[in-house]
């Protein structure tokens, strides 16, 4: 081997090794703090409705000390929406709720609905990456997180747990009837307990989950919502460009990661990619963190079903994201 020859490898090591450093310090540092906003319009309500705007956020993983994102969140309520919901993993610390709380400040003013994820439940703990790619791995808990003072403080100002409830609620003159499920990635989800058609006078049928689960999906299709919001997927966290997600941690697919698709022929499903990260796990690659502010509009529901179907997929493609 020529000394000419061993000092290119040499560099091309030292170039590789340069890229990679450099890539883990954007995804650690800069893009997990990039906080955006996706703006989506879907036409799911009935004919003839109000406009109604809705605050979608998940997966806060919330530690006691993270500024940035408690300030960012606090920031949302200047959104205005009409309904906030709250599809789990809130918490990533046993001191955590306070800063919950605090950071999502006036939003708890507003009408909300919330479901439950596993890291309200037990807290984080580092696993093996490679476990991603496999469907069935044993999952490891960590400690118990305190879910019930979350639970209690988010209802005492008004949000509604609907986790294996069905409820009827009126926000901004929209009739909503909603219902949600414990989380799936968990396998507590109990759907039967909710089962059946929803009020066929709403003029919005939302289902609530954590983690978008195909058998619990179906289930919510099957009886007629709407539209179906879930979390829990961070849109893939680590993803590449030209390819998108790596891995989504669920049975769903990877071109519904994250934002508005169509499941089934009438059910509308938007996935959050969330707001945080595990605490090891604290990096983003092409896969900001955001919050997610729905603006619903009537469907257009004369004419033929596949022209119904056409005006439905081309506004929920409409998707916008900014700082």
């Known amino acids: 081997m020529s000394d000419e020859f061993r000092a290119n490898l040499t560099r091309a090591a030292l170039g590789t090794a340069g890229a990679a450093a450099l890539g883990i310090g954007y995804a650690s540092l800069i893009e997990r703090n990039a906080f955006a906003l996706r703006e989506v319009t879907m036409p799911v309500l009935e004919p003839g409705s109000s406009t109604l705007r809705v605050l979608h956020i998940s997966d806060l993983h919330m530690m006691p000390g993270q500024r940035l994102k408690q300030n960012w969140l606090r920031e949302l309520d200047n959104l205005d929406p009409d309904l906030v ?82 409820r009827d609620l009126e926000v901004s003159g929209v009739r909503i009837a909603s ?40 289930r919510f299709a099957d009886d007629g919502y709407d539209l179906v919001l879930a979390g829990h997927t961070h849109g893939g966290q680590l993803c590449l460009p030209f390819y998108g997600a790596l891995v989504t941690n669920c049975d769903i697919d990877r071109s519904r990661v994250k934002g508005p ?34 603006t619903l509009v009537p469907a257009q529901r004369g004419g033929s079903d596949a022209d119904a179907d056409r005006g439905r997929t081309e506004s929920s493609e409409s998707t916008v994201i900014r700082n």
């Open 261 to 294: 698709s169509k499941w089934g022929a009438h059910t509308q499903l938007h996935v959050s990619a969330g707001i945080g990260t595990s605490p090891w796990a604290p990096a983003r690659f092409c896969c900001r963190p955001e919050a997610t502010l729905l």
């Open 85 to 166: 919901v709250n599809t789990g993993d809130n918490l990533s610390h046993q001191r955590a709720v306070p800063a919950v709380v605090q950071a999502l400040g006036n939003l708890l003013a507003r009408p909300g609905l919330f479901v439950f994820g596993s890291n309200d439940y037990f807290a984080p703990k580092p696993k093996n990456p490679l476990k991603y790619f496999r469907k069935e791995h044993k999952r490891v808990l960590g400690e118990p997180l305190p879910w019930g003072d979350l639970r209690a403080a988010f209802t005492e100002r008004g949000w509604f747990d609907v986790t294996h409830v069905r």
């Open 179 to 218: 219902a949600g499920v414990d989380d799936p990635h968990l396998k507590r989800d109990r759907y039967d307990t909710i089962a059946g058609p929803p009020n066929p006078l709403a003029d919005l049928r939302l289902g609530i989950t954590h983690s978008p689960e195909p058998r619990v999906l179906d």
